[in-house]
């Protein structure tokens, strides 16, 4: 089972890379390209690809506004949409995806695009109306939410699994007295 991925630490407030972004080639890209703001993309990348709640406060976010909205928050300055950024980014999704990542995330895009389409358009009937898939939906839904928690709960219990000594969670940046500064 794979634990979480460890991108970036905070230390003193400040974002820090981790070891892992000066062996994997495009996170050292990022590194020497980047400089004092590649700290800040490593947080771009982790928080764009954990779904992970406990250390990702974005995981709940739709995943088609993700980006927009991350990268609004963490680093506006910079462009995520380059190519060196883009690289890296596929290159951390790729970390994350095991299997109970991939169906939990299907989930809940699906879901998501569920909930979307019921808000946005309005009831029909009739040979061409919506009427009978909206009904096949709901009947379909308690199933569909409980799949989706499941596969939430077995996710979780993948990326919970590093732990210390006496079963105690490592936190993400490991020092509870540190503080996102500059960000």
């Known amino acids: 089972m794979a634990g979480r991925i460890r991108l970036f630490d905070i230390i003193g407030g400040v974002v820090t890379p981790t070891?892992?972004?000066?062996t994997i080639?495009?996170?050292?890209?990022?590194?020497?390209?980047?400089?004092?703001?590649?700290?800040?993309?490593?947080?771009?990348?982790?928080?764009?690809c954990s779904l992970n709640g406990q250390d990702n406060p974005f995981a709940d976010l739709p995943e088609e506004e993700k980006q927009e909205v991350i990268t609004r928050?963490?680093?506006?300055e910079i462009d995520t949409d380059a190519v060196?950024?883009?690289?890296?980014?596929?290159?951390?999704?790729k970390m994350?995806?095991?299997?109970?990542?991939?169906?939990?995330?299907?989930?809940?895009?699906?879901?998501?695009?569920?909930?979307?389409?019921?808000?946005v358009n309005e009831?029909?009937?009739?040979?061409?109306?919506?009427?009978?898939?909206?009904?096949?939906?709901?009947?379909s839904y308690p199933a569909l939410s409980q799949a989706?928690?499941?596969?939430?709960?077995e996710h979780l219990e993948e990326v919970?699994?590093?732990?210390?000594?006496?079963?105690?969670?490592?936190?993400?940046?490991?020092d509870d007295n540190d503080e996102i500064e500059g960000l």
């Open 19 to 22: 070891e892992h972004c000066y």
């Open 25 to 48: 080639a495009s996170l050292k890209n990022i590194m020497e390209e980047y400089g004092e703001n590649a700290g800040k993309i490593m947080a771009y990348l982790h928080y764009m």
């Open 73 to 76: 928050q963490i680093c506006p």
């Open 84 to 93: 060196d950024i883009k690289d890296a980014l596929e290159v951390v999704r």
């Open 96 to 119: 994350h995806e095991t299997a109970t990542y991939t169906v939990y995330k299907g989930f809940k895009v699906m879901l998501e695009k569920l909930g979307r389409y019921l808000q």
């Open 123 to 139: 009831l029909t009937t009739g040979m061409d109306g919506n009427l009978t898939q909206v009904v096949n939906a709901a009947k």
């Open 148 to 153: 989706f928690k499941e596969a939430y709960k």
């Open 160 to 174: 919970q699994s590093e732990k210390v000594r006496g079963g105690v969670r490592l936190s993400y940046d490991e």
